[in-house]
């Protein structure tokens, strides 16, 4: 069963323009860990943020922001006033403390493309 | 720069191959993680290692496997190769396995089966 799910396959945007990915996981753990990563064309994966399911408030970054919501099983990602260099593939990620192996269950990514 | 390193960055063979992939933790970590990146299964968890000692197995075929040496690199035996095994493989490696640690990925090395 698909654990994590991001429903946007791709994005397009206008440079300066806002972009929000969604993520929603599934999982029966009561502590589990949760993930962003960008990978840019160039193919590497770029660890973004970590965040456990007991800290619920929002983070910011400089133009990343992520929302945390345990009501609706979601971690969404926003990037303000996008740039061309965030043109990327961003996958969202989940680590089950209950599991054997801490593994990183993957989306299937969702591509963003930022016009100039 | 992540502090993994892998290489070779790219591979090129034929099927029925064998080919050896070489991983490099960043300093003072002890997990080091496989994933597998194709266009039709996404990224899928391979195997994982944690001070030398296999300590999961993921969607790993029985024609690959890996070890975790003394020095803590890895390498990922990939063998009788089909051309369904090109691929992006990623070494990742974290300080510890519990709770979930961060893991942080090498840049990859391109698999091309012709």
């Known amino acids: 069963a698909q654990k994590v799910t991001q429903a946007q396959t791709e994005i397009s945007v206008v440079e300066k323009e806002d972009v929000t990915l969604d993520c929603v996981y599934e999982t029966r753990d009561t502590t589990y860990y949760l993930f962003w990563y960008k990978q840019p064309p160039s193919g590497e994966l770029v660890f973004l943020i970590r965040r456990n399911s007991f800290d619920e408030q929002n983070e910011i970054s400089g133009r990343y922001s992520w929302n945390f919501q345990k009501s609706t099983s979601s971690f969404n990602f926003t990037i303000t006033a996008s740039q061309v260099v965030d043109s990327a593939v961003y996958f969202c990620a989940l680590s089950e403390a209950g599991s054997n192996d801490y593994k990183l269950s993957f989306g299937a990514g969702t591509t963003v493309t930022v016009r100039a | 720069d992540s502090g993994v390193t892998q290489t070779p960055k790219h591979l090129i063979t034929a099927t029925g191959q064998r080919v050896t992939l070489r991983c490099s933790p960043r300093?003072?970590?002890?997990?080091v993680y496989w994933y597998q990146q194709s266009l039709d299964q996404g990224l899928q968890f391979l195997i994982q290692?944690?001070?030398?000692?296999?300590?999961a197995k993921g969607n790993i075929l029985e024609r690959f496997s890996a070890q975790q040496f003394p020095d803590l690199h890895s390498e990922l035996n990939l063998s009788s190769l089909e051309l369904g095994d090109s691929a992006l493989y990623f070494c990742?490696?974290?300080?510890?396995?519990?709770?979930?640690?961060?893991?942080?990925f090498g840049p990859g090395t391109r698999l091309t089966v012709l």
């Open positions: 990742a490696s974290s300080f510890r396995m519990e709770p979930p640690d961060t893991q942080y």
């Open positions: 290692y944690y001070n030398g000692e296999e300590r």
């Open positions: 300093s003072g970590d002890l997990s």
